[in-house]
């Protein structure tokens, strides 16, 4: 961040400018603040460039397909002005250090950094591609480092095949180096979403090893080895090198789907500590500063916009070269269920609150490349991972994660989630319904006789408002339909149907939960949270996360035994791991549990993901598979597993996990506290537990901190 010249703005739109943050080909990145004291990003172009229409258009569609992705692991916009003397947008600002800079400054990241790097990277692209769009520059100057997770940034070519109108016949856009062989060739496949996921590859083997697939040389040699050359993998860790070069395969329908991807990447997060100590002191540093500039104001909100609309069919070929198969047009006006152009205004739904994002300048040169003539892009969104969605160790879960880190406004990126039915309407509605058997369930129903217990506020509003991380199968995560479903989400609308009001969900990153819940944007939070004195006074791993909270014990989570269909083995419960072969989840509790005294030594063997863990007891690689229990029973309940596993023995070493409430919020507390005893009572509670495959997990009756 560098102090303002006498030559720059002290103002753009309506944001005081205090800093810049970073200039490039196209323009400037200044730090702004708002009225109330929010921190942005603004971006503008280039006096030269605000001249020319062509690019004004260019501008304008890249605000209009920034405002269209939404997610945590991207940067939506704010405001724009694309047709003020000299056009901007802004963007909530977060902390940030481009993985350009990091990887410059302190050289390649670990193993494990990378690892979370390239699951957020592959949600933000499903994000994306569930638009009917193609990032087509995603590189690392485009990519940042923030305390909560990476973010993608910069739409400014994401139409430029799209629109052939704006795009000079011969001229394919991109970062040699990045960007995948069909961007290159004179005759070739389309530019699909496969490109992105090329791309990835490319951002992976920088991330690892400091440089990049076809190392370092003059753009036209970059080129040159694109199309002709195999990239260059060495250096890269076991798993790394061949999720790599999976992604850098020549041809785009022999790179894996994003869903596949997703599997073998695992669940984004945790982020709580992910990065290496110089990016973090840098992160600190930039967030010393923006209090110094600002002040700080008041809490971030989080974004209401629909959750990215994952398509339904995990099996489709992602990438289709067939325009009849592609299911966006490329117009952009057609994404979304919108109708005419996309607005520059806003997006074809309300946005009452924004998000926390982050800008960083590209200092990087697009390529300009003559090939033949533009086509329009095509790209059939990619599924999520089939169910069960990858799931996080048990630490996820009982583990003591730090707060919201160095984020500015001090929240967590959040949006709102949305029913999950066909079509994205975006008409709101208490959760996002859906269920294993196709049910749905949600809004406000009965129970209005019980709202006077509520406090006033909410029944003012009618609404409650709750925080969850969606990335918990079978708790609650993005289903093959879009939709966010589990038995949170269940349970929720069964709580607001007897409260007599709507349960809305607003997604979170697990670590900003609590702060958001102690910021006062959510009003309780339900994300298999296990109920401990730490969390409690306001603490977890040694970090502050508020004035602390009650916990409203609704579900056990513990460790399960996974084995084949049959037992051949003759698993019954722990004490028979002795001399077994064990599969477990690198880093998690599991592997804690199968190494404390008296485990007879098993033989253990570790994955990223429980998809893998489950696959190697059903090829029969381990003998017995340990993770955590709800997950595990999901997997046999839905069959995912090819109906060739089941589970033995009970729980093992279960824990209470409760509906976060503010101390402060007795009266709510109580309300759903009695809500739920209510639904334990008439069996609403089991159905929707045997409903998930959960039934192990049940509590008998709701307390709160576990009834002291």
């Given at each position: 961040?560098?102090p ?5 703005p ?9 800093g ?12 702004g ?15 030269e460039?605000a ?18 992705v ?5 940067t ?23 993985l ?14 990378v ?16 638009q ?50 069909e ?5 070739g ?5 496969a490109?992105?996921?090329f ?6 083997v ?8 076809y ?9 040159y ?8 993998l ?6 790394l090198?061949?999720l ?28 709580a500590?992910w ?13 010393e ?6 002040g ?7 974004l ?27 117009d ?5 269920g919108?109708?005419g ?8 739904g ?7 994002a982050?800008?960083?300048?590209d200092?990087v040169?697009?390529a ?12 059939q ?10 799931a996080?160790?048990?630490?996820r ?6 707060g ?11 949006w ?32 209005g006789a ?16 709750v925080?969850l991380?969606?990335?918990y ?47 006062g944007?959510f ?6 949270m ?52 064990v ?23 570790e994955?990223?993901t ?8 059903r ?9 955590d229990?709800?997950?595990l029973?999901?997997?046999v ?6 109906g060739?596993l ?9 824990a ?6 503010a101390?402060s ?14 639904i ?8 929707i ?8 997990g049940?509590?008998r ?8």
């Amino acid at each position: 961040m560098r102090p303002l010249s006498k030559h720059d703005p002290r103002q753009i739109g309506p944001f005081r400018i205090t800093g810049l943050l970073g200039g490039g080909g196209m323009g400037r990145v200044y730090l702004g603040h708002s009225a109330d004291g929010r921190a942005v990003a603004v971006k503008t172009a280039r006096s030269e460039l605000a001249d020319d229409q062509g690019f004004r258009t260019r501008f304008a569609r890249e605000v209009a397909a920034a405002r269209r992705v939404s997610g945590p692991f991207v940067t939506p916009v704010v405001d724009a002005a694309p047709h003020d003397d000299v056009p901007w947008m802004a963007t909530d600002y977060v902390p940030g250090v481009s993985l350009t800079d990091a990887v410059r400054d302190g050289g390649p990241l670990p193993g494990p950094t990378v690892r979370l790097l390239t699951a957020g990277l592959l949600h933000a692209l499903a994000a994306v591609h569930a638009q009917g769009l193609v990032h087509r520059d995603l590189k690392p100057s485009n990519i940042l480092l923030t305390a909560e997770g990476p973010r993608v940034i910069d739409f400014g070519i994401a139409y430029s095949a799209a629109e052939t109108a704006l795009t000079a016949t011969g001229t394919a856009l991109g970062t040699p180096g990045f960007m995948a062989p069909e961007q290159l060739t004179m005759s070739g496949p389309e530019v699909t979403g496969a490109a992105d996921v090329f791309a990835l590859g490319g951002v992976i083997v920088f991330a690892a090893t400091g440089g990049g697939p076809y190392g370092s040389a003059d753009p036209q040699v970059l080129m040159y080895r694109t199309v002709h050359e195999e990239p260059r993998l060495d250096g890269l860790p076991d798993g790394l090198r061949e999720l790599a070069a999976d992604c850098l395969a020549r041809e785009p329908g022999q790179r894996p789907a994003l869903p596949v991807l997703m599997n073998r990447a695992g669940t984004p997060g945790p982020y709580a500590d992910w990065l290496p100590e110089p990016v973090s002191v840098r992160l600190r540093e930039l967030s010393e500063e923006l209090d110094r500039l600002s002040g700080r104001g008041g809490p971030t909100r989080p974004l209401r916009l629909p959750a990215a609309p994952y398509p339904s069919d995990p099996s489709a070929a992602p990438y289709s070269s067939d325009p009849s198969a592609a299911p966006y047009s490329s117009d952009p006006s057609a994404a979304s269920g919108t109708s005419g152009p996309v607005g520059l205004s806003g997006t074809s739904g309300p946005v009452d609150a924004v998000p926390t994002a982050a800008v960083q300048a590209d200092a990087v040169p697009t390529a300009f490349v003559t090939k033949g003539p533009a086509a329009p892009t095509r790209v059939q969104a990619p599924a999520p991972a089939p169910t069960p969605a990858p799931a996080p160790s048990r630490r996820r879960v009982l583990a003591a994660l730090a707060g919201a880190g160095a984020v500015a406004g001090g929240g967590a990126l959040g949006w709102t989630l949305w029913t999950g039915g066909t079509g994205n309407t975006g008409s709101r509605t208490g959760g996002t319904g859906g269920s294993p058997d196709g049910s749905k369930s949600g809004g406000k129903s009965g129970g209005g006789a019980r709202t006077a217990a509520l406090p006033k506020g909410i029944r003012d509003k009618g609404v409650v408002t709750v925080g969850l991380d969606p990335t918990y199968a079978p708790m609650g995560y993005i289903d093959t339909s879009g939709g966010t479903v589990g038995v949170d989400i269940d349970l929720g609308n069964a709580l607001g149907r007897e409260l007599g009001v709507r349960f809305e969900f607003e997604s979170a990153t697990f670590d900003g939960l609590l702060a958001g819940l102690d910021a006062g944007r959510f009003d309780l939070v339900m994300s298999a949270m296990t109920d401990t004195r730490d969390r409690q006074e306001g603490r977890t791993g040694g970090t502050g996360t508020g004035r602390g909270v009650d916990m409203i014990d609704y579900f056990d989570i513990g460790l399960g035994l996974l084995v084949r269909k049959g037992n051949p083995e003759g698993v019954e419960g722990p004490d028979d791991l002795s001399g077994r072969t064990v599969a477990v989840e690198r880093g998690g509790l599991a592997r804690d549990y199968v190494g404390e005294t008296g485990r007879g030594n098993p033989k253990v063997r570790e994955f990223d993901t429980v998809n893998e863990l489950c696959e190697d007891v059903r090829a029969g690689r381990s003998e017995v598979g340990l993770a955590d229990f709800p997950v595990l029973a999901h997997t046999v309940a839905t069959g995912t597993g090819g109906g060739a596993l089941e589970l033995v023995g009970g729980q093992l070493d279960p824990a209470p996990c409760g509906i976060a409430v503010a101390k402060s919020e007795t009266d709510l507390r109580d309300a759903v506290r009695e809500a739920l005893d209510r639904i334990i009572a008439n069996g609403e509670y089991a159905k929707i537990l045997k409903r998930w495959g959960v039934e192990q997990g049940a509590v008998r009756r709701a307390v709160v901190n576990g009834g002291k």
